[in-house]
């Protein structure tokens, strides 16, 4: 079989351990993810047995899942042998993770572990949480093992410019600066308040808030820190930048070298005109992910591809599926438009076939990350009209 | 194919995300129009200030005969589009094959935007009262010994366009000449009258860092919004809703536009149907100011056969055809959601479709991808019928039986109002009614406008501010 391979620039240090196994052979591309004959794949079927056999275990199984199997009537731990028997599962409902008892998602082999708990957006109701207990810091393990160090020193200090409260995202920064040898500043920014303000078109009010968090973010910034890296939102980022350009200084001259950001608001467009006009050289690159699923990666981008975004999950723990509109259990060709379809596979978090509220064109693999990626990520067309894009 | 890239201050800029604009009826792609994001806008906008500096240095007086300068081009000349040139004729074409209206229609809109450049200076004559302009310009003088003092409120105005009707331009055209910059966010499916216009005024000798172009979504509109100190926005209920009492937006939406037939000359109702009928049907309906419910206190039902009868020859025709009354509905879906809409209004007791008995077709036709629905006239026996207060983008209109003494109570906001009446009682009372914006007394259809008056608010109003200014020597 023919195989495609795309070329990604190396943008930075490979984590050892987890890239060795993924960079000894490639994928077939013409059969995508749903081929056993490459590392990649192989990786990804063992981490499904080896998840599928803890979570139905009940001696470690999550009540939720031990629960399914005892309804469902079959036994997973016998009938999964791989990635591609999740489509058992059929789709998974999020709507299972609203309310409580969030016990229910604790595995019990990891019974009496301190126990994060985080919650997706939502505006209103219950919101959907997650369990977590060191998932959060091994993915930011592995995205930080992707970060160039030339421009995300080691050692420096961060500000997280974006949401508060009950968020992974948060955390997971602060961890990463830890990771990173350095300190990570916050602000106060309550997501859901945001998109209270832009439901209700109380336009001053949200530019009023707005305000609210850049002032905080801009004091950070001039009290001495020494903060060179950050995360932020594009929109944030853009508004941190036009008032630092009416402070006339910029991002870079208050200090920052290295960003990384994310949401469907980060368009190639975007991300070109933050490179040309906002960012006045500093280093940003782009990430897509959530709290269900973690932070996939992206490749190099820039002017040499007319700054395409394409992201790659951090396989083998998630994979990201681009899957046909009508049958979710169908991929799209290479370059082709489909519905993003997540899968999470750790031992504190299993979800198969979630249907995400995003669409994109399913991505080849490249040097850097040898699977499936997705690009051109945007609110999918069934919801789009219905999706409020708050401080994402 | 053309290529439109966004205008920041008259430079074009290409952008990676482009939308289609393509051809209602065929789905062929007419041309490619960058897309602006928001930060690019904010980001120009920290330059606003220069384009009311570059329109300041030149008189208001020189602009003014750029202006005509520009209608004339405008009308007559081949002016660079994106990255090709269009003549009037391709204009024309084009605005019609993605907007769904005839090409007669397009012509017809076109030459009242040049009318309105053309006769540039009785229009800011009235407008202002007949202030020396100049004074706009220096910002203080006097006029009959006293000192005077109008202030520009923002240095661009900002205008988040319509598709579906290219008349509404000519609410923007004077803002040049009052040396205030334009910011232009085109409708999705009319890029070409902001784009043509600008380059009209581009040869006409206005600055180009006079005039931004941003097209896009609805993120580009709210930044424009946001960006700008003045801006006209053009939408439904919902958006006039939203913006009501905002100094810095004038939203223009529905019309719900009426004509009012007293008591003292309904018994000769025949004589305004041709009053009626240019009111309704007038640029397919599309408009604020076409007519949607004609009030009287009785002969309504005949009032509503007669119009329906003349309404009802009018076919769905192709758009190059001269005798096009109609537009088609270019987004898929639409013309279906308003004629079931329609449809479920008529369930209500009182309420009949007059039109429905002298059609040999149902209200939505099809030819091939473009929806048309047909002209529509219904009957409400009374006024608390629901869709005695509907306003649809066709030639849809109620005839409503309601007691004159009632109706100014009844009607609700009105932008243009016909009232066929000599009754001096219920003229006062016309003319103190506060919901009516525009009010003709006598039998003048609803499109028909005076280019001298104002429109949904004085523009100059709306852009300067008459402020106390007093001098003491140094």
Not at chain 2, 105 to 119: H, Y
Not at chain 2, 304 to 321: H, N, Q, S, T, Y
Request: charged share 20%.
């Amino acid at each position: 079989m023919q195989r495609v391979q795309r070329r990604c620039h190396e943008g930075g240090r490979h984590h050892a351990l987890y890239y060795a196994i993924m960079q000894a052979s490639r994928p077939d591309q013409s059969r995508g993810i749903g081929v056993a004959t490459d590392a990649p794949r192989a990786a990804l079927d063992r981490q499904v047995r080896e998840v599928i056999e803890w979570h139905f275990d009940p001696s470690t199984g999550s009540p939720f899942w031990l629960d399914f199997a005892k309804k469902a009537g079959w036994d997973p731990r016998r009938e999964i042998g791989g990635f591609a028997d999740l489509t058992r599962f059929g789709q998974f409902d999020d709507e299972a993770l609203r309310g409580g008892p969030v016990e229910r998602w604790i595995p019990k082999g990891y019974a009496g572990r301190p126990v994060f708990v985080f919650e997706t957006g939502g505006t209103t109701g219950v919101p959907k949480t997650r369990v977590a207990f060191e998932d959060f810091r091994v993915d930011y393990d592995i995205f930080s093992a992707t970060l160039p160090d030339e421009f995300f020193p080691r050692g420096a200090n961060w500000l997280m410019l974006g949401p508060s409260g009950p968020r992974r995202l948060r955390l997971s920064v602060e961890h990463l600066a830890q990771t990173r040898g350095g300190i990570c500043f916050s602000v106060d920014l309550d997501p859901r308040w945001v998109i209270k303000l832009i439901k209700r078109g109380w336009s001053d009010h949200l530019q009023a808030y707005k305000d609210h968090v850049i002032d905080q973010a801009v004091t950070i910034l001039q009290a001495g820190h020494d903060i060179r890296c950050m995360f932020a939102t594009p929109k944030l980022l853009e508004s941190l930048a036009l008032r630092l350009e009416s402070m006339e200084t910029t991002i870079r001259k208050a200090g920052i070298t290295g960003i990384f950001s994310g949401g469907t608001e980060f368009t190639p467009q975007w991300n070109r005109f933050a490179h040309e006009e906002l960012l006045d050289g500093a280093y940003m690159t782009p990430t897509y992910g959530n709290t269900l699923m973690g932070l996939a990666a992206s490749a190099p981008s820039g002017p040499h591809n007319n700054y395409k975004i394409a992201y790659y999950a951090p396989q083998p723990r998630a994979a990201i599926e681009v899957v046909d509109f009508g049958d979710p259990d169908k991929l799209v060709g290479y370059g082709e438009t489909g519905r993003v379809k997540l899968t999470t596979l750790t031992k504190e978090f299993f979800m198969p076939g979630f249907l995400e509220r995003d669409e994109g064109e399913r991505e080849p693999a490249c040097d850097k990350f040898p699977w499936d990626g997705i690009s051109g990520v945007r609110p999918y067309r069934g919801f789009a009209a219905t999706t409020t894009v708050g401080v994402y | 194919m053309l290529s439109l890239p966004v205008l920041r201050w008259g430079q074009p800029y290409t952008s990676i995300d482009v939308d289609p604009v393509v051809h209602f009826a065929t789905g062929e792609p007419i041309a490619n129009v960058s897309r602006a994001n928001g930060g690019l806008i904010q980001r120009d906008m920290r330059k606003a200030s220069r384009a009311r500096e570059v329109l300041r240095e030149m008189p208001i007086d020189e602009l003014i005969t750029r202006a005509g300068r520009a209608g004339e081009l405008y009308m007559n000349a081949t002016l660079p589009m994106g990255d090709g040139t269009q003549s009037p004729d391709g204009f024309v074409r084009a605005q019609s094959a993605t907007t769904g209206l005839p090409e007669r229609m397009c012509r017809a809109n076109m030459k009242k935007n040049a009318f309105v450049l053309a006769e540039m200076r009785s229009i800011l004559t009235s407008l202002t009262r007949g202030l020396a302009l100049d004074i706009l310009s220096s910002g203080h003088g006097e006029e009959r010994g006293v000192p005077i003092s109008f202030q520009a409120q923002s240095p661009v105005v900002g205008l988040v366009l319509p598709s579906n009707s290219p008349g509404v331009h000519t609410l923007w055209l004077p803002v040049i000449p009052l040396q205030i910059g334009l910011v232009l966010k085109p409708g999705p499916q009319e890029p070409w009258t902001p784009y043509r216009m600008a380059e009209a005024f581009f040869q006409a000798g206005i600055p180009r860092e006079a005039i931004s172009v941003y097209p896009g979504g609805g993120d580009v509109g709210a930044a424009v919004l946001d960006s700008c100190g003045r801006n006209l926005i053009f939408g439904g209920t919902p958006t006039v809703d939203r913006y009501r009492g905002n100094p810095r937006v004038q939203a223009h939406g529905p019309g719900f536009s009426k004509i009012l037939v007293g008591d003292d000359q309904v018994d000769r109702w025949e004589q305004f149907l041709d009053v009626m009928v240019d009111s309704v049907l007038l640029n397919s309906g599309r408009g604020c100011i076409n007519c949607s419910g004609i009030w009287a206190s009785r002969h309504t039902r005949e009032i509503a056969d007669a119009l329906a009868r003349r309404l009802a020859g009018v076919r769905a025709l192709p758009p190059e055809d001269p005798d096009a009354a109609l537009a088609a509905f270019t987004v898929p879906g639409t013309a279906d959601a308003i004629s079931r809409a329609i449809d479920a209004d008529l369930q209500a007791p009182g309420v009949s479709d007059v039109t429905a008995r002298f059609r040999d077709q149902p209200r939505m036709v099809k030819q091939g991808n473009a929806e048309y629905l047909l002209p529509t006239v219904v009957h409400c026996e009374s006024p608390e019928a629901a869709i005695a207060m509907k306003e649809y983008m066709f030639p849809f209109v109620t005839v409503v039986e309601c007691p004159e003494k009632k109706m100014l109570d009844a009607i609700g906001p009105t932008l243009v109002c016909s009232a066929i009446t000599c009754d001096p009682g219920f003229r006062r009372g016309l003319v103190d009614a506060v919901h009516i914006d525009r009010l003709n007394l006598g039998p003048v259809p609803t499109t028909q406008l005076n280019w001298l008056q104002p429109h949904e608010g004085n523009l100059i109003e709306f852009l300067f501010r008459a402020r106390a200014f007093q001098t003491a020597n140094l």
